[in-house]
C-alpha cells in the first residue's frame, strides 16, 4: 500500500534501535526524508547506512530545549521541513515502592518520558502551523491506562504524555496537524532483553523460561504468548503518520497483544 508520504520529512528520536530504528526504515522504504537523533551518535551513523533514500543524523539531549530546538532547524536546514515527528526516546526510569523511589526518580522520568515531548511540539509545530500539513506521535505504553505498582515513575510520565498529546490534538488539528499516540506492550527490544534477562539471573532459569513465565504471571492478556515486535509497532506508526490515517487525531493505538485488559483505553 503507497502510503501517499514520499517526500516528507521524517524526525525520529531514540532512534538507534528498537522501534524508533524500525520506523525509520518504513518510513525510508515510503520515500521520506529521514532525521534521525540519538546520543549514541556513532552507532546511529552505523545503523543509518542501511537505510534507503536520504538520511541525516544528529546526536540531541531531549532534556534540554535548546538541543531539541537545534535539532529541528537543523532538519529543517537539511531538507527544507518538518512533516513528521515520531517520539520514541525514553527510560523505564527507577522501579520499587511509589513512597520510597526519590524525587530525582521521578523527576527523571518526567523530564526524559514527558516533558521531551513538550520540547519537540515547541520545536516543529509552528512551522507545520505555518506548511497546513503535519503529524505528531508520541510513544507511551500499556502502563498509562494499566500501571503496574512497581513502576510508578514511568506510569506517571506516561500517562501524563497521553494527556497532552490529547490535548494537543483538540486544537492542532485545525492548523492540519494531527497528534496521537501508540501504546506498545512487551515488545521485544533491548530495554525488554534486559529485564528478562535480570528476571531469569534472580529465577535460575533461560531468558525464554523468564519470558515464558513472565507472559504467564504478568501479562496474562497477552494470549499470543510472545513479545510483540518492533516492526509490528512501527507498522502502526506509518500508517497514522501517512495520508492514509489522515481520520485518525487524539488516538491512542494499543499495539500490545491484548495485554491491557479493558475495553476503555
Known amino acids: 500500500m503507497d502510503l501517499r508520504i514520499r517526500d516528507k520529512v521524517a524526525l525520529i528520536t531514540g532512534a538507534t534501535d528498537g522501534i524508533g530504528f524500525a520506523t525509520a526504515r518504513i518510513l525510508a522504504e515510503e520515500g521520506c526524508k529521514i532525521v534521525l537523533s540519538d546520543l549514541r551518535i556513532e552507532e546511529l551513523e552505523k545503523q543509518a547506512k542501511g537505510l534507503a533514500g536520504e538520511v541525516v543524523c544528529i546526536a540531541a539531549d ?5 538541543d531539541v530546538d537545534a535539532l529541528a532547524r537543523a532538519g529543517r536546514e537539511r531538507f527544507g521541513a518538518i512533516d513528521i515527528v515520531v517520539h520514541t526516546a525514553g527510560v523505564t526510569g527507577a522501579k520499587g515502592d511509589p513512597l520510597e523511589v526519590s524525587d530525582e526518580d521521578y523527576r527523571e522520568a518526567w523530564e526524559i518520558d514527558f516533558y ?16 497546513g500539513w503535519g503529524r505528531f506521535v508520541c510513544i507511551t505504553s500499556e502502563n ?14 506516561k500517562a501524563a504524555l497521553s494527556a497532552f498529546v490529547k490535548n494537543l490534538s483538540y486544537k492542532e488539528a485545525e492548523h492540519g496537524i494531527l497528534c496521537n499516540t501508540v501504546a506498545p506492550a512487551f515488545i ?4 525488554t532483553d534486559g529485564m528478562m534477562e535480570q528476571r531469569a539471573k ?26 510483540g515486535q518492533a ?30 485488559q479493558a475495553v476503555q483505553n
Open 62 to 66: 531531549v532534556t534540554k530545549q535548546s
Open 188 to 191: 521485544e527490544t533491548d530495554m
Open 144 to 157: 498509562a491506562v494499566q500501571p503496574y505498582w512497581e513502576e510508578a515513575t514511568y506510569n506517571t510520565a
Open 116 to 131: 521531551s515531548a513538550v520540547r519537540l511540539a515547541r520545536a516543529t509545530f509552528p512551522a507545520m502551523r505555518e506548511k
Open 202 to 227: 534472580k529465577m535460575g532459569v533461560s531468558v525464554a523460561e523468564a519470558v515464558e513465565s513472565f507472559l504467564d504471571e504478568e501479562r496474562p492478556g497477552i494470549a499470543l504468548k510472545r513479545r
Open 231 to 260: 516492526d509490528e509497532v512501527a507498522s502502526a506508526i506509518a500508517l497514522i503518520v501517512s495520508e492514509r490515517g489522515s481520520f485518525i487525531n487524539g488516538s491512542n493505538m494499543r499495539v500490545d497483544g491484548g495485554s491491557v
